[in-house]
C-alpha cells in the first residue's frame, strides 16, 4: 500500500464492539481480568498498553515502515527512555547540530549512567567514518537538523555504522514518514518527536519510537517505558492518529509554502543566507534531493544585519507568530539562541521558520514588510 493509504487506513479498522469508524477513546486505566490476573481482552492497565495507544502504534510503525512502534509522552520522553535503555559504556555520537534536549540528555543526564556521547558532523561521512571506527555503538542522526537545517546521507552512515556494528537512530521529526523513511535508508530506528507534524495542530505532546525489527533493544526499551512510565494518554494518542491521516496532504502544502518563503527570502537583499535542502545552492541539496521525497517545512534565515536586525524583524510580523515548536497549521518563527539557555549554539542572525498552511502570498507579504524593519 502506498504512504497515503496507509496514513488513511493504518490502525483504522472500525470498532469491533460498535462499528464505529472513527477510534473510540479507551480512557479506562484499568481492564477487567480474571482471578489469577488473567488478561480477558488482552490489555491488563492503561501503564502497560491501552487499545487508543495501539492504533497509533500501528499506524506509525506502518507508516515508517518498522516491525513495531513505541509511544511516549513527548518526544523528548523517546529519546531518553532509547537511550537510557543502553548498556553503561554505551558509546554514542550525536550530531554538532541537533535538537537542545538531545544535547542536554547527552551532555548533563547520559554520562551519569555510564553512557559517553561524542559530537560529529554528521554531512561529514569521513569525519563518521573516522569516529566508528575508533569505536562507537550508536549513531544519533537528525536531518534535516533543527535549526540549521543541515542534511546527512542516511544511506552511507548506516552503512559505514553497521559495518563497525553500531546501531543508528534517526530523528525524523523535521521530514516526517511522508518525506523521509531512514528504515527503508538502512536506519535500525526512527525517533519522532509527534508533537510537531504527526499531531500537526500544536495541541498534543507526544513522541514515538520505530523499530525495524522488534528485537531485544525494542524489549528494553518497552520494559523501560512500562516501569518508568512515561506513557501517551489515550486523549493525546486519538489526536496524533487523527494527525495521521492527513499527513501526507498536509506535508504536501507545508512543503509547497516552505519553497515560496524559501525563494522569496534568498531574493531579499537583507538576507546573508537562507538554510533550505530545497535550494540548489544548499550544500545537502543533492543527498536531500536522493533521499526526500520533497524538502520540508522548515528553514532558517540568517540576516546580514545580525542579533538585532533578526529580533527586529520577528518583532514586526504580524501573520508569524513567536513561539516554539513547529509542524502545525500556523506560521511559526522563533530566534533559537534566545531559548537556548545559558549556552546557545544557534547563531544570532537565525531565525528559523515553520511554514504553515496560510496562503504563501499572505505569508510572503508579512514577510516582506516584516525584512522592511530589519
Ligand atoms: N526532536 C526535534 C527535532 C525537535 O524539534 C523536538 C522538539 O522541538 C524534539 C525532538 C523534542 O520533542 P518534544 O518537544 O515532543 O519532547
Not at 22 to 43: C, D, K, M, V
Not at 131 to 148: F, I, M, V
Not at 205 to 221: I, M
Request: net charge negative; aromatic share 4%.
Amino acid at each position: 500500500m502506498r504512504l497515503e493509504t496507509l496514513a488513511i487506513h493504518a490502525g483504522g479498522e472500525a470498532d469491533g464492539a460498535t462499528g464505529a469508524v472513527a477510534p473510540p477513546i479507551h480512557l479506562s486505566t484499568t481492564f477487567e481480568h480474571g482471578p489469577a490476573a488473567e488478561r480477558l481482552a488482552g490489555y491488563e492497565y492503561q501503564r502497560e498498553g491501552n487499545p487508543t495507544n495501539d492504533r497509533l502504534r500501528q499506524a506509525i510503525a506502518a507508516l515508517e515502515g518498522g516491525e513495531v512502534a513505541l509511544t511516549f509522552a513527548s518526544g523528548m520522553a523517546a529519546a531518553s527512555n532509547l537511550l537510557e535503555s543502553l548498556p553503561p559504556g554505551t558509546r554514542i555520537a550525536i550530531p554538532d547540530d541537533c535538537y537542545t534536549g538531545v544535547r542536554l540528555l547527552a551532555s548533563e543526564f547520559l554520562p551519569a549512567r555510564g553512557i559517553e556521547a561524542t559530537t560529529l558532523d554528521m554531512a561529514d561521512s569521513e569525519a563518521v567514518r573516522a569516529a566508528c571506527a575508533k569505536g562507537l555503538d550508536l549513531l544519533w542522526l537528525e536531518t534535516p537538523s533543527n535549526p540549521l537545517m543541515k542534511v546527512c546521507d542516511i544511506a552511507a552512515l548506516a552503512g559505514i555504522a553497521h559495518a563497525q556494528g553500531a546501531l543508528v537512530v534517526c530523528d525524523n521529526t523535521f521530514a516526517s514518514p511522508a518525506l523521509q523513511r531512514p528504515l527503508a535508508l538502512g536506519a535500525d530506528i526512527v525517533m519522532h518527536s509527534t508533537t510537531k507534524y504527526f499531531g500537526g495542530h500544536s495541541d498534543v505532546l507526544g513522541g514515538a519510537l520505530a523499530f525495524a525489527r522488534a528485537d531485544e533493544t525494542f524489549q528494553r526499551v518497552a520494559h523501560r517505558l512500562h516501569v518508568t512510565g512515561a506513557v501517551l494518554a489515550p486523549f493525546s494518542a486519538w489526536l496524533t492518529l487523527r494527525g495521521c491521516r492527513s499527513l501526507p496532504a498536509r506535508m504536501a502544502m507545508h512543503c509547497a509554502n516552505a519553497r515560496r518563503v524559501a525563494d522569496f527570502l534568498a531574493a531579499q537583499p537583507q538576507v546573508r543566507q537562507v538554510n533550505y535542502p530545497g535550494l540548489a545552492t544548499h550544500p545537502g541539496h543533492a543527498v536531500a534531493a536522493r533521499q526526500m521525497r520533497d524538502f520540508g517545512g522548515m528553514l532558517s534565515v540568517q540576516l546580514h544585519g545580525g542579533r538585532d536586525a533578526v529580533l527586529a524583524m520577528a518583532g514586526a510580523l504580524r501573520l508569524f507568530t513567536n513561539a516554539t515548536s513547529l509542524g502545525g497549521c500556523e506560521s511559526l518563527v522563533e530566534h533559537r539562541a534566545s531559548v537556548e539557555g545559558n549556552h546557545p549554539t544557534s547563531p544570532q542572525d537565525l531565525l528559523r521558520i515553520s511554514v504553515g498552511l496560510e496562503h504563501p502570498d499572505d505569508l510572503v507579504s508579512d514577510l516582506e514588510q516584516a525584512l522592511r524593519a530589519a
